[in-house]
């Protein structure tokens, strides 16, 4: 008789072969700037763990605290019996933080792009997407009965000719969504989010930003892209984060109007058939605003890093793109070069991983490095160093 599981192993020989494959490398302790990867001592340099929060004392003493107040699981799903204080607390703290009437909290963004935007469009709309957007974004997408539009990656106005032939579109679209990643992970480079709302605007479509990489490194005090370009709850409809990155630990979250948030929890299957976070998750999630409202020089000592890192680098002769961000990619093009590279910087002592096709182009292999705002100066000039002579040896430079 066939195995009728036999594609399993077929499919992933598939993938060993073609090199598509994810090795997974074992963290052994924290995420800190210094940490053990598959038992070597190395400098982290691709986590998204931005203001190195995930180990801050104050969020590690707020989630033991709160295992020993509320214990460790919720018991529920929020509309039931997972709705404890510590999450109504955590909403009303983020939607301050925020500048917002509400804010809602998910278990992970791809639990909110994945159950929102199905919700804000359906039968008879449109979503006009980024071609570059996050695949929760196209996950939450596919999951709409919406029309769909794509223009091209940051171009206004290729996106002003998607809202125009909308707008002649007959029947008329009953809703029109435009939805962004903020910061996109693969370039580190800045959606135009305030002309991007104008064109919106116009056309009276909503506007969606999912701001993962920019929550805790844009806008004043790490408030995230809003914030960066002043734009208000009536420009940008529905702003989207994460707690999993510069916050240091987990959950999705959504903030604007009251009527959002109730619309929103009312409607989103992920939110409502899946059990809620942790009591010690909620609490560490609020000690993180706390930290990012008192503690403003982590997001300072960020970018300090990240112009150091950047200009270095440039005046080494790297190809770091257009990143506008901490976020900084070492272009060297193909594929197995990016793999040297990374296997190099790691014999040096910094683990920076390599981005290939398909999620980059074929020819724009890249080490995707992430600053943090834990490590020292001199840890950054480790990093350098390491680049510098992996990238001779590879005749990069
Ligand atoms: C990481 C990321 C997500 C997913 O967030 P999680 O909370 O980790 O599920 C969504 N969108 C973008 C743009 C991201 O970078």
Redesign the pocket.
Same mark, same amino acid.
């Given at each position: 008789m066939r195995d009728p599981t036999s594609f399993l192993a077929q499919e992933y020989q598939q993938l060993v072969e073609s090199e598509l494959d994810w090795r997974l490398h074992v963290l052994e302790g924290p995420s800190t700037p210094w940490c053990e990867v598959d038992g070597k001592k190395v400098l982290m340099f691709c986590s /998204?763990n931005y203001l190195g929060l995930s180990n801050h004392p104050a969020l590690k003493q707020a989630a033991i605290e709160a295992v020993r107040t509320h214990g460790v699981g919720s018991g529920s799903v929020r509309p039931i019996a997972g709705t404890m204080d510590l999450h109504v607390e955590l909403e009303q703290r983020l939607a301050r933080f925020k500048g917002a009437g509400a804010s809602l909290v998910?278990? $992970?963004? #791809? &639990? !909110?792009?994945a159950g929102l935007i199905p919700q804000l469009v359906g039968d008879g709309d449109l979503v006009i997407s980024d071609e570059l /957007?996050?695949? $929760?974004?196209i996950d939450g997408v596919r999951l709409s009965k919406a029309e769909r539009a794509v223009y091209r990656h940051g171009d206004v106005p290729d996106l002003e000719r998607v809202l125009d032939e909308a707008e002649r579109h007959q029947p008329s679209y009953r809703r029109v969504l435009v939805i962004t990643?903020? *910061? #996109? $992970?693969m370039d580190g480079d800045i959606a135009p989010l305030d002309r991007i709302a104008a064109a919106a605007a116009k056309h009276g479509a909503m506007v969606y930003v999912?701001? &993962?990489?920019g929550e805790g490194v844009l806008g004043e005090g790490g408030r995230g892209i809003v914030s960066h370009f002043h734009l208000g709850r009536n420009q940008v409809h529905v702003e989207?984060? !994460? #707690? $999993?990155?510069a916050f240091g630990v *987990?959950?999705?979250h959504i903030s604007g109007s009251q009527a959002l948030r109730d619309f929103a929890f009312n409607k989103s299957r992920t939110w409502l058939l899946s059990g809620s976070h942790p009591p010690p998750v909620a609490a560490a999630c609020i000690a993180a605003i706390d930290v990012l409202e008192q503690e403003p020089q982590h997001v300072q000592t960020l970018w300090r890093h990240t112009e150091r890192f950047k200009k270095a680098m440039r005046q080494l002769g790297f190809d770091i793109g257009h990143s506008e961000t901490p976020i900084t990619p070492v272009i060297v093009g193909e594929s197995s070069v990016a793999k040297r590279l990374s296997q190099r910087l790691f014999e040096l002592g910094v683990f920076a991983l390599p981005i290939v096709f398909p999620m980059v182009a074929k020819d724009k292999a890249r080490i995707r490095t992430i600053m943090n705002a834990a490590l020292t100066p001199e840890d950054v000039d480790v990093a350098i160093a390491a680049f510098e002579k992996a990238g001779r040896e590879l005749r990069l430079i």
């Open positions: /998204n998910y278990q $992970s963004g #791809f &639990a !909110t792009n /957007n996050h695949g $929760s974004i990643d903020g *910061v #996109f $992970s999912d701001d &993962a990489h989207m984060g !994460t #707690f $999993s990155k *987990v959950g999705g």
